[in-house]
């Protein structure tokens, strides 16, 4: 996992050996999953865990702060109840979710044609403070968000870039506070 540090920060990968180096596009979205503890149990509503309180430190910090930095979107699911598996209540369909994300990726595209990015993600820290604006709301929010949360410089960027991309998927030109309150809620949690 280390070794993708780089690559999932720079977008390239760079090969040493003695006869040379040599250095390709690496770009790509990691989708990773993992058990909240040794038994899985951790935070379950219904089932209890069985892990001791060092036991679950050690599994969360088994992969380290900065490749946890570096993965955008923590999301917590949790166990599927019975009832959802049989309920024949529709959820929105993979070809409106799709239209959706189209929809937001031309806003990002048209955004950013000048500087040739094709998305929020891709900004650097500089272009974020020049493209993506703030209303005084969502400063005070982030600045708060800062104190108590302890955020990194790459979380603070990041939570502003997803709230942008959140913000681009219903269509608003404005960020509110309540898509930056969303993005932060994305980071990753301390284990207790």
Request: charged fraction near 25%; hydrophobic fraction near 35%; glycine fraction near 4%.
């Amino acid at each position: 996992m280390e070794a993708l540090r780089q690559p999932l920060e720079d977008g390239i990968v760079t090969i040493s050996r003695a006869s040379g180096t040599i250095t390709y596009p690496a770009k790509f979205v990691l989708v990773a999953a993992s058990n909240p503890c040794p038994c899985g149990y951790f935070g379950d509503p219904i089932k209890p865990c069985r892990c001791l309180p060092g036991q679950i430190a050690y599994y969360q910090k088994r992969i380290s702060g900065p490749i946890m930095d570096r993965i955008d979107l923590h999301i917590d699911l949790p166990p599927v109840t019975p009832e959802k598996l049989i309920s024949s209540s529709l959820s929105e369909s993979s070809k409106k979710v799709k239209k959706r994300i189209q929809i937001a990726r031309d806003i990002q595209v048209r955004r950013y044609r000048q500087i040739k990015k094709v998305c929020n993600g891709d900004l650097n820290s500089q272009q974020v403070k020049e493209y993506i604006l703030l209303s005084p709301d969502c400063i005070r929010l982030l600045k708060q968000a800062v104190a108590t949360l302890h955020l990194s410089a790459r979380t603070y960027y990041k939570a502003i870039k997803i709230a942008r991309t959140i913000a681009d998927l219903t269509c608003k030109k404005e960020i509110s506070s309540e898509h930056l309150a969303e993005a932060l809620q994305y980071r990753p949690k301390e284990c207790t």
